[in-house]
């Protein structure tokens, strides 16, 4: 029974998207470098001595397309480093004081320490977005335990509480430990008054202390707390993730634990289905990728994978080529695997971010107001540059032609929506700068028409002038001060008269429009004449 399977090896790595703000009108926003300790540059790892390169970090590189290779790797080091975004697009700071983490996930259950891999900041060139890498790993975990793990631990904040005032769906403690095993921080998912006050003081939810303290000091963007970068949410209190399960005998596992494990639900010990037969009927052909998966064949060390909305899952057996770090499917999982992962959760994230700056140009917008029209033109040009250069630097449809990365990355991308999100967004330009393109030209029509009424008015008294010649009146013998005096009335003259022109270059316009109908009566005319000075009633 799959109650009895343990997980020889589990490794969970949560990729947990945030939008940094408030810097979208730095065009070249490079985040990282605002960042200090207990956080570091990681080195690159193509840019140094031949020792740190290894074989998996060839096989990597060779399994994507080269476009692709350009956004994950950068150009060549010194020959390219000069030009656009330098080495690489992608910009990685580590921090290496929190070594494990303690979970308790039942008042009654023991403790579960994980080993904390690695914790990582993803930053990208011209993007306000940053991704949190954190990867941890246990040995000999009970199958169910692992589950509840994966199910519990990627909270940013509850859901809600139950009657005794517990999280839902959190673990009841979770600390992040120290080298010396110290406690450097725990969640407070119980303090309910806290998210609650919060909740209704900055209308935005309150992130559970351990992991306030993991992205420190980046905080919340409603935050008193001065610091380097503010963040906001992009998605919900469930942060996305992987899953690799290494058991025993994978063929132990059932149908109802790989759509726990799937659609990341959490154990049942009554073994049914977390959804109807109906609506998970189909859970084989969405969810499942299964060109190594044959469950009559009995191999051990066949591998299955998953993906959902949440995330990936890999299930497969404990043989070499399954866990070993460098050539197995655990090397693949933690390198190739979260390549795919990482490229599909960016692209949500940044467009993500692009719909929700353009959401809050529109809610600013007051058509009245000709500071606010300004600033939501110079916003909308400011968001077309952006997705211009997000089109052209990151956004492709195919990463790789191997055949299984490929389908992996289009499963992926096909259960984010990430395809029809970009539609929106693209489309959501698209009328944005129709309505500043019109908006331009009703503008320019206006002017056109206040000049060419202006033109009419002042044509009459021109071609006067014309015929009688340019010496009306005789100033052959005035003084030089009667002669500027002259000068001066009949500027100011004019440019009252033009001023005022202008002023009813509306009205002249409705006049003008009437005279030239042949089919108004002549009375019709003369009142639209009048017109031209009756006081506009309200």
């Known amino acids: 029974m799959s109650s009895d399977t343990i997980v020889e090896h589990f490794r969970h790595i949560l990729l947990w998207p945030l939008q940094l703000v408030p810097t979208g009108r730095e065009p070249m926003a490079c985040h990282w470098q605002k960042l200090g300790p207990p956080w570091r540059n990681l080195d690159d790892r193509f840019a140094h001595e031949r020792g740190r390169f290894q074989e998996r970090h060839y096989r990597e590189f060779v399994a994507f397309l080269p476009h692709v290779q350009h956004f994950l790797y950068g150009e060549a080091y010194e020959r390219e480093a000069g030009r656009g975004y330098g080495e690489s697009p992608i910009h990685i700071v580590r921090r290496e004081d929190v070594t494990s983490a303690r979970v308790t996930l039942d008042e009654d259950g023991p403790p579960i320490d994980l080993d904390v891999v690695h914790i990582d900041l993803y930053f990208f060139h011209d993007l306000d977005i940053a991704l949190l890498y954190v990867e941890l790993a246990a040995e000999g975990l009970p199958l169910a335990g692992a589950q509840d793990l994966m199910f519990r631990i990627g909270r940013t904040y509850p859901s809600g509480w139950d009657e005794q005032g517990r999280a839902l769906h959190c673990p009841r403690r979770m600390e992040w430990l120290g080298s010396g095993g110290e406690v450097l921080a725990a969640s407070d998912f119980e303090n309910c008054e806290h998210y609650l006050a919060a909740m209704c003081r900055n209308r935005s939810a309150r992130v559970a202390a351990h992991w306030d303290f993991l992205v420190a000091p980046i905080v919340p963007h409603h935050s008193k707390v001065p610091g380097a970068l503010r963040y906001r949410h992009l998605e919900d209190y469930r942060i996305p993730g992987m899953g690799f399960f290494a058991t025993r005998d994978p063929s132990q596992i059932t149908r109802t634990d790989y759509v726990r494990l ?86 949500k994230a940044a467009l993500l971010m692009m719909a929700d700056r353009l959401a809050v140009a529109v809610n600013a917008l ?60 693209r489309q959501s330009l698209g009328a944005m700068s129709a309505y500043l393109d019109s908006e331009s030209l009703r503008r320019q029509s206006r002017f056109f028409l206040k000049l060419t009424v202006v033109t009419i008015c002042f044509m009459v008294g021109a071609i006067t002038a014309t015929v009688l010649g340019m010496n009306v009146l005789d100033f052959a013998h005035a003084t030089h001060l009667e002669k500027l005096v002259a000068v001066i009335v009949v500027f100011v003259g004019v440019l009252l008269l033009t001023t005022y022109t202008v002023v009813k270059s509306r009205r002249l316009a409705a006049f003008v429009d009437a005279l030239s109908d042949e089919r108004m009566a002549l009375t019709t005319k003369a009142q639209a004449f009048l017109d031209i000075w009756r006081k506009e009633q309200r």
Request: glycine content about 8%.
């Open 262 to 347: 799937g659609l990341n639900t959490g154990p049942d010990p009554s073994e049914e289905l977390p959804y109807s037969d109906a609506y998970l009927a189909r859970f084989e052909e969405e969810y499942c990728h299964d060109r190594f998966f044959d469950p009559g064949r009995g191999v051990a060390s066949g591998m299955r994978l998953t993906c959902s909305g949440w995330g990936l899952t890999m299930v497969t057996g404990t043989s070499t080529a399954a866990i070993d770090p460098e050539r197995g499917l655990l090397g693949e999982f933690r390198h190739r695997y979260f390549q795919l992962f990482l490229m599909a959760r960016f692209h």
């Open 366 to 425: 007051d058509i009245t107001d000709r500071r606010s029209v300004g600033r939501f033109a110079q916003d909308m040009r400011l968001s077309m540059e952006s997705f211009l250069r997000f089109n052209h630097r990151y956004w492709f449809h195919q990463a790789s032609n191997q055949t299984q990365a490929s389908e992996i990355f289009a499963l992926l991308t096909t259960q984010l929506g990430t395809e029809r999100l970009y539609e929106d967004v």
